[in-house]
């Protein structure tokens, strides 16, 4: 007979992180956000493309204008996350995307809806989502302890490929069932559930200038914690070899992604039922990637680990303008798969490995220069997508992007990452650190 206390445990051993209330509330919440994201990143490229009839090029901008906010507002955004607490920032940029999603089901039902003004939606709930993002990974290392990083990133990004699995196909179906416009209320109700589970998080968040204000020290001009936050991280040779590699990986994959709408449901003909049915599938990838990722790094190394998820993308990406027109099913999700296992492997790796290297003082500041550094390409890329897309046509522009995106890990390669053996132990200064050296 199995012995029960051992059970219980494993099963003890399973939940981890998720014992913890304030920690689940996060990640409930978390969780319920991403799967209300992939009803979005379905239908807004949908009512573009289909409804809306977008040109190639104006389907790209509205991807560029999504993210072009991560290259106008991220630096200061990150000055603004370490004066002031993190978990009202989380709450409002919850908020503000509940009432700029709300607006395209009312506005398609008046029979007003345009391609501007889901310009305008993505515009916002991008500047939203900056601080969201950036707010949201300096919140993690104040809510768990140092050695619980890994897995508290790894539960976070299950959760994400979890939705990634479910929500496509999920979305497809509301999308068949309700339309396009109509299904992004699902979206918006989930970050309205996200801001509900934060707010219920109990744990008393210390003032990020407690100690100035206790003190009646002035506060530093803002362009000098900017300029912090940038000297942390481009006078770091590890954290500069995951910028650029990360930065060029998101040009190449956004050059296609830009205009995959117009190549899925227009030079494919696919429906938006099979395409949330590609990408959830494909998703499994992602899923697989967030159980492994730990194991991985543990048993070959943190750098290793780094620069061959990284080396992986590129092929993957391959994979696209390969898929014969007649039968392309099965080379998407091969190539969703792959993408998804490789990204998440290296994002929950790099994304701990900079937490754990980085002071609380200025977790903001360092957060939002990768951001800035990492996301400032996507809207470069969308742009450059269009305009290749325009060019040369659609299939041709996917594949200088996908060979585009065999290069970044380059960068990672021929750098001190590789040397990285496991997660170094945290910093208590805000001196840049060098990482361990095996």
């Not at 798969?337 to 003082?361: D, E, H, K």
Request: glycine share 10%; aromatic share 8%.
């Amino acid at each position: 007979m199995s012995d029960p206390r051992s059970s219980t445990r494993s099963i003890r051993r399973a939940l981890g992180l998720l014992r913890e209330t304030d920690y689940r509330r996060l990640w409930v919440g978390e969780t319920v956000s991403q799967f209300g994201s992939q009803v979005s990143l379905l239908a807004i490229p949908y009512i573009a493309t289909v409804l809306l009839l977008a040109t190639p090029f104006e389907v790209a901008l509205l991807g560029a204008l999504q993210f072009l906010p991560f290259l106008l507002f991220t630096l200061p955004a990150g000055a603004w996350v370490d004066r002031l607490r993190r978990r009202p920032i989380l709450i409002s940029g919850d908020l503000v995307r509940v009432v700029a999603l709300g607006t395209i089901p009312l506005t398609w039902a008046f029979g007003v809806l345009t391609i501007w003004q889901l310009y305008l939606v993505s515009f916002v709930a991008g500047i939203a989502t900056v601080f969201f993002d950036v707010a949201y990974q300096s919140y993690l290392p104040a809510l768990v302890e140092h050695d619980q990083l890994v897995e508290g990133n790894s539960k976070l990004q299950a959760s994400e490929a979890s939705a990634a699995v479910v929500g496509p196909g999920f979305g497809g179906a509301l999308i068949g069932l309700v339309g396009a416009p109509f299904a992004i209320i699902a979206d918006a109700l989930s970050y309205l559930t996200s801001a509900f589970f934060v707010s219920r998080i109990a744990r008393t968040e210390p003032h990020p200038e407690a100690a100035r204000l206790a003190a009646g020290l002035a506060r530093e001009p803002l362009r000098r914690q900017v300029a912090e936050g940038l000297q942390f991280v481009l006078g770091n040779p590890y954290l500069r070899a995951i910028a650029g590699a990360t930065s060029s990986s998101n040009l190449g994959s956004t050059m296609i992604f830009a205009i995959m709408p117009v190549y899925l449901y227009r030079e494919l003909g696919l429906t938006a039922a099979t395409v949330g049915l590609i990408f959830g599938i494909g998703a499994l990838g992602s899923l697989g990637g967030a159980l492994v990722a730990n194991q991985v790094a543990a048993r070959v190394g943190l750098g290793r680990t780094i620069i061959g998820s990284m080396a992986l993308g590129g092929p993957a990406m391959l994979l696209l303008p390969l898929a014969p027109h007649d039968a392309p099913i099965a080379w998407l999700v091969a190539s969703v798969a792959l993408m998804g296992f490789a990204s998440v492997v290296y994002n929950i790796n790099q994304v701990s490995y900079r937490q754990a290297i980085c002071p609380t003082a200025i977790q903001g500041r360092m957060n939002a220069t990768m951001r800035f550094l990492v996301w400032g390409t996507i809207p470069v890329g969308s742009i450059i997508g269009g305009l290749v897309a325009t060019a040369v046509g659609v299939h041709d522009a996917i594949w200088i992007g996908a060979f585009g995106s065999c290069l970044p890990f380059l960068s990672v390669l021929l750098s001190p990452v590789r040397s990285l053996r496991r997660m170094p132990e945290a910093l208590t200064t805000a001196e840049p650190a060098a990482g361990n050296k095996g």
